[in-house]
């Protein structure tokens, strides 16, 4: 490679290298610095322990997982169906997608906002629901765990279904029909073919999906109780941050959402690998 | 498992949308037997396969094994259970399973036991020259290798019908005809009944006990290698199968029920038909049919001739090793292509003449 042809890539790569520098990781060891000292600027843990003996701050990790994996496992399984249903394209699929990508568009503020009005003691939904004497009196579906729950699926299941089915969309069509002439009927093609191609997808999609759900905070302030069964651990950043203005504290709860959802992803990866042990090998080569 | 007397293919029709991609395509495959379906892109060949092997259902006709129905619009034997083998352009590899758990996948879904299943394994492999590939994975095998690989799949099973959709498309010119020669070793050896789909006029005529000209959908010729690529049945299958001069022609008169006279411009030509063609084109003259013939590049002899004598000036020349190709023009402007040895020194601009044997041309309407 001569001369110019490398300086020619430190030039291209030198976007790039400012972009992370700046933006990702001066920040976080800026962050990991303020975790790990104190007022003066003297290294201490201090900040970690003190997180993790007040049960008020340390549960906000449970209350935490307790949305983000359901509302993560409920969208991957509402999704991996679909998506396998609309594999080779469907009449009408760029309406779906339409009507799939307006909920990321839109916010989850705005999506708050309307949960609020649809789905509270007075909205359409309970009205109906009462209408059609399902219930005789309104359902909490807001300012609850379930009005949280809720909000994270509609913002997270259409980002989840597009990956999927990105993925399984990539999958060649030959492969099912090669499988089903073997002998091979729906059920064999799906596990023994479909799925371990399509888990290294659905891993990535599930991995990102609750990163997402993980760092959630205005469906948790707005949908659900910010004081106690919905206090998650971003509103506890937040809290430590901009109402008792400690930031070693706050970049100390930042630290620790990072941990866990780092943790999380690896659990996700073992499972997967422990899953189809012989079939990501083929990755290699 | 693989007895069975011939597979009938009845009337069969089929859409794609309004569009009709196979009409009423009747075919009878004995036992054994080696058909090719040959085609440009676009004639059915593939549908036609794919409806064989049921992944894709019919709209209309019938195809059976004997007495067993496996598609008639109502009936449908899923692929699943009809026991046949298929072999893809793109290899259709599993990428996540080794050379041996691919050839393995439906020996293992017929619960064989593991010794059996390792042992036909092996053989397969060995019958396709792969067995020290047994534990790599698809992509770290070379293209040749990979069919050969879904060959090895294909066959494990034996089948009771093969069905090959294009196998040799995809691979370089060499190892094609490597290939070529491994299918046809390995269906004398194993006399599967096979049904193989190409574009390739050399393939067909290579491998086929019979080939079945395709075009829109519809059936064009059904014969034996020979019989296609000496007496093209229409127009298309003359042009498909190498008759790459065509022209449009009168018919002045008929002198006995063999030789044709022909006028092609100012160009003065004697035809002698061939006995399977003497009824078809004294059809043509007698109703007025527009009449074309058609002559190979190759059949075109330098100098003069006792008959069919042509003047041209060679436009242009093509050097392709054994041979030499010329296009010519007639002094009102016909195109000819002639094929000669190479060691002929011939430059554009030259005046040259030629002339074609009669016995050498054939006439079609150009209606059918």
């Known amino acids: ?285 | 498992m693989r007895e069975f007397n011939e597979l009938r293919i009845t009337g069969l029709n089929k859409y794609y949308g309004n569009k009709k991609v196979v009409d009423n395509f009747n075919l009878t495959i004995k036992n054994g037997e080696f058909v090719t379906l040959l085609g440009p892109s676009g004639s059915g060949k593939s549908t036609v396969l794919n409806c064989i092997a049921g992944l894709v259902p019919i709209d209309g006709g019938s195809i059976y094994i004997d007495d067993e129905c496996l598609d008639d619009g109502k009936k449908f034997v899923p692929p699943e259970r009809r026991n046949f083998g298929m072999v893809f352009q793109n290899y259709a590899l599993f990428p996540h399973l080794s050379v041996f758990d691919n050839v393995a996948f439906g020996l293992k879904l017929r619960k064989l036991p593991k010794d059996i299943v390792k042992e036909k394994v092996i053989d397969a492999l060995k019958m396709v020259h792969l067995e020290e590939h047994i534990n790599k994975y698809p992509r770290q095998l070379s293209g040749g290798e990979q069919q050969r690989v879904a060959l090895a799949r294909c066959i494990v099973m034996e089948p009771r019908v093969m069905l090959l959709d294009e196998p040799l498309s995809n691979l370089d010119a060499l190892l094609r005809i490597e290939m070529r020669y491994e299918l046809k070793a390995l269906h004398e050896r194993l006399k599967i009944t096979t049904i193989y789909v190409t574009h390739d006029q050399q393939e067909a005529l290579a491998l086929s006990d019979r080939i079945v000209v395709l075009n829109k959908g519809k059936i064009q010729q059904i014969g034996t290698p020979e019989e296609i690529y000496s007496y093209p049945a229409n127009l298309f299958v003359a042009n498909f199968l190498g008759f790459r001069n065509i022209w449009e022609v009168k018919i002045s008169r008929f002198e006995g029920d063999r030789e044709v006279h022909i006028n092609l411009g100012n160009i003065n030509l004697k035809a002698i038909l061939h006995e399977k063609y003497k009824v078809h084109v004294r059809n043509i003259f007698e109703n007025n049919k527009k009449p074309y013939i058609s002559v190979r590049p190759e059949d075109i002899e330098l100098g003069e001739g006792p008959e069919n004598n042509i003047e041209v000036k060679i436009d242009v020349i093509e050097y392709l090793g054994q041979h030499k190709q010329f296009w010519g023009i007639t002094s009102d402007g016909i195109n000819i292509e002639i094929s000669k040895d190479a060691d002929i020194s011939l430059k554009p601009g030259d005046n040259v003449k030629i002339w074609i044997p009669p016995e050498r041309i054939l006439v079609f309407s150009g209606e059918d």
């Open chain 1, 1 to 285: 490679m001569g001369r110019r042809n490398i300086i020619t890539i430190l030039l291209f790569l030198l976007p790039a290298f400012f972009y992370l520098s700046f933006l990702f990781i001066y920040p976080f060891l800026y962050g990991l610095n303020l975790s790990l000292t104190d007022e003066k600027g003297n290294f201490t843990l201090e900040n970690f322990i003190r997180f993790f003996s007040d049960p008020w701050d340390a549960n906000t990790i449970w209350i935490t997982l307790k949305i983000a994996i359901p509302a993560t496992l409920l969208s991957i399984l509402i999704a991996i169906p679909l998506a396998y249903y609309m594999r080779h394209g469907v009449r009408g699929e760029k309406f779906v997608t339409l009507l799939l990508i307006l909920p990321i568009t839109l916010g989850s503020v705005f999506i708050a906002e309307g949960m609020l009005t649809y789905m509270g003691p007075n909205g359409w939904l309970n009205k109906l629901l009462m209408f059609l004497r399902i219930t005789d009196k309104p359902v909490k579906l807001t300012h609850n765990y379930w009005g949280v729950l809720i909000a994270l699926i509609i913002q997270g299941f259409p980002f989840v279904f597009l990956m999927l089915l990105g993925y399984i969309s990539g999958i060649d069509p030959n492969l099912e029909k090669a499988a089903s002439v073997l002998g091979a009927n729906r059920w064999h093609i799906f596990w023994k073919v479909i799925l371990p191609l399509w888990l290294p997808g659905i891993t990535m999609a599930m991995s990102l999906n609750f990163v997402m759900n993980f760092t959630v905070f205005p469906s948790a302030v707005l949908l659900g109780q910010p004081s106690g069964p919905t206090r998650v651990i971003s509103i506890s950043a937040f809290q430590w941050a901009f109402e008792k203005f400690n930031f070693h504290m706050s970049s100390a709860v930042a630290i620790i959402m990072g941990i866990v959802e780092l943790i999380f992803i690896l659990i996700v990866m073992f499972i997967r690998q422990g899953l189809y042990r012989g079939s990501t090998v083929a990755g290699k080569g």
